[in-house]
C-alpha cells in the first residue's frame, strides 16, 4: 500500500493543525494504522495509533487530551488533530500501516512498521 501524508505546515503555540494520510488500496481495512514523528536532531517516535475498525486507539503520553486519531475505511484515509500544539511537537510526521488481518493490534513501535508514508513537515513557534 501506499501512504501520501498532508497538512502539516507552521502554527503558532495553541494553534491547531490537521493532518491527512490517504492509502492507495481499497482493502486499508486490512490495516491497523499510526502516526509517528520526528523532531530535529532526535529519533523517530510513536504518537498515535488507530485499529483496522477505529474501535481502539492509543496515544503517547505526550499528545494524550491534544490530538485526536481518527480514519474512514470508506474514503481509506486517516487523520490526526493536533489541538493545543506545543513548541515541542516540532517534527516531521510519517503515517504507518500493519497489515493486522481484522485483529485488534495496534501499531506503537517503528519495529512494527510495514509501510511508510512520506513526512509532512509541521513546525509550531512559540
Known amino acids: 500500500v501506499q501512504l501520501q501524508a498532508s497538512g502539516g505546515g507552521s502554527e503558532q503555540a495553541g494553534g491547531s493543525l490537521r493532518l491527512s494520510c490517504a492509502a492507495s488500496?481499497?482493502?486499508?481495512?486490512?490495516?491497523?494504522m499510526s502516526w509517528f514523528r520526528q523532531p530535529p536532531g532526535k529519533e523517530r517516535e510513536f504518537v498515535a495509533s488507530?485499529?483496522?475498525?477505529?474501535?481502539?486507539?492509543n496515544y503517547a503520553d505526550s499528545v494524550k487530551g491534544r490530538f485526536t486519531i481518527s480514519r474512514d475505511s470508506a474514503k481509506n484515509t486517516m487523520w490526526l488533530q493536533m489541538n493545543s500544539l506545543k513548541a515541542e511537537d516540532t517534527a516531521v510526521y510519517y503515517c504507518a500501516a500493519r497489515v493486522t488481518w481484522g485483529t485488534s493490534r495496534l501499531l506503537t513501535s517503528t519495529d512494527g512498521v510495514d509501510y511508510w508514508g512520506q513526512g509532512t513537515q509541521v513546525t509550531v513557534s512559540s
Open positions: 488500496e481499497r482493502t486499508f481495512s486490512r490495516y491497523s
Open positions: 488507530i485499529t483496522w475498525s477505529g474501535g481502539i486507539t
